[in-house]
């Protein structure tokens, strides 16, 4: 019997050919499914990845994993999405998701981070700058730029002013912060978890929380302490002048 003979290996050439033949028939079997593909050229998905009609990915975009993307969506351009569940009309804007798993109607990006564990309801807005982790936000919610949200569960509602940070990590273990609806989170507070921000309840821009904020109630400063009706009264006059 004949000794086999070893399998013939690609040249480098041959093997960047080969490369592109594969991405452009991904491309072409997306394009046949009523996707488009602005940039095939620099379009990168991998053979089991599912994109719905209608959606439309631009130039510098990965798609790889488990990922599914549903229908009238946009992605990219410069987006890298791995293992994540997209729903219908959904945009992501120059951002990475990692199992991450967005409802129908979310905005995301430009230049933000979504880690795995990361489950964003339907209508909810992530914008520049933002990272989350291991949360859950609620259906149409708003983080508008330059915050971090982990370990988080936030509700219905919520607004989260720039530069908020869930202080998840004591040094030990990981904690949790919840944000009950229609709550209002000042820019620059700093919430310490574990923490509840209670329903409709707000932080005034800079506040440190690390106490409980009961529904209904605003909280100022460092550490964070409950404004009196008399407080309230007297800001709303200085604003009237």
Sequence with gaps: MKPRRPARRLGPLAALRAQAEERLAQCLRLAEAGVRIVDPATTYVEPQIAVGKGTIIHP???IMGASVIGQRCRIGPNSVIIDSRIGDDVV????????SVLEEGVGVGPFSHLRRGTH???GVHVGNFVEIKASRL????KVGHFSYVGDAQVGAQVNI?????TCNYDGEKKNETVIEDG???GSDTMLVAPVRVGRGASTGAG??????????TQVVGAPARRVTRVQS?????????
Aim: hydrophobic share 40%; charged share 20%; no cysteine.
């Design 60 to 62: 510098n975009t990965t």
């Design 92 to 99: 992501v804007v120059a951002s990475v998701l990692e199992g």
């Design 120 to 122: 964003l309801e339907a």
């Design 138 to 141: 609620g259906r149409g919610t």
């Design 161 to 165: 002013g720039a530069g908020t940070v």
């Design 183 to 185: 709550a209002l989170i």
């Design 207 to 216: 506040s440190v929380v690390t106490r409980d904020v009961p529904a209904g």
């Design 233 to 241: 009264q007297r800001q709303v006059h200085r604003k009237v002048g």
